[in-house]
């Protein structure tokens, strides 16, 4: 390591030896899981770094379908040091999907920049991931079946009457959670929802005043 950082590296040090994990505070309704936001590794990082003299910069970059984030630790000898540029990939070319992915960036960035340990359980939206490879928190065993709505240290198989699984009721933050994911470029997550949530007119209503899409109940 350059000499030219010697203050801002020995104060890093320091602060790190006291940087807790982020809390995992939100909730993924969309697969019964909890995640530490963006809110939460700041909290994380935001006392420690004051106490020894330093603090961060976010510079924006973007490139073709891709927005990334470069932190930017700042000394207050003057000392700076860039972790680099943490890219994520932009799945829908519009305000929304270009908010889901700099949120992520961010977090990501901040997280590792300042070694922040989270649990990843909301990238999906931004990355266009399903529910088949999307992680859950280490509390659940990971099992194969619906991961919708299972919060409790069991298995992820959702319960079944006749081969035929148990769907969850619509309520506004699985509503917020296909809305969201959809507007992020993961277009199929309609049917998905299809088959593990039992939808309503309410739902449709809301999905269709945020997306301008009418809902679809076909099948591949």
């Known amino acids: ?31 019964g899981s909890k995640y530490a936001d963006l809110e939460s590794v700041t909290m994380a990082i935001k006392k420690p770094l004051a ?8 510079r924006v970059h973007r490139e073709n379908n891709f927005v990334g984030v470069e932190t930017i630790i ?22 929304h999907g270009f908010g889901a992915g700099l949120t992520y960036a961010r977090r990501y960035s901040l997280a590792s920049c300042f070694g922040v340990i989270q649990t990843d359980d909301d990238g999906n939206g931004a990355i266009g991931n399903t529910t088949a490879n999307a992680p859950v928190s280490k509390a659940k065993t990971n099992q194969g079946g619906p991961k919708y709505g299972n919060t409790k240290n069991e298995p992820t198989t959702a319960k079944k009457t006749d081969d035929v699984p148990v769907k969850r009721k619509p309520t506004p933050e ?13 277009l199929d997550v309609v049917q998905k929802a299809n088959e593990f949530i039992e939808v309503d007119q309410t739902m449709m209503d809301e999905f269709y005043i945020a997306t301008g899409v009418e809902w679809s109940f076909k099948t591949k």
């Open 1 to 31: 390591m350059e000499n030219t950082i010697k203050s801002l590296a020995k104060s890093l040090v320091k602060a790190q030896s006291t940087i807790a994990g982020a809390i995992m505070d939100s909730n993924n309704p969309f697969f």
């Open 51 to 58: 106490e020894n003299g330093l603090g961060y910069v976010q």
């Open 74 to 95: 700042i000394h207050e000898s003057g000392e700076t040091f860039s972790n680099g540029v943490t890219w994520v990939p932009v799945t829908k070319n519009d305000a």
């Open 174 to 186: 699985l509503t917020k959670q296909v809305i969201e994911r959809w507007l992020a470029g993961e």
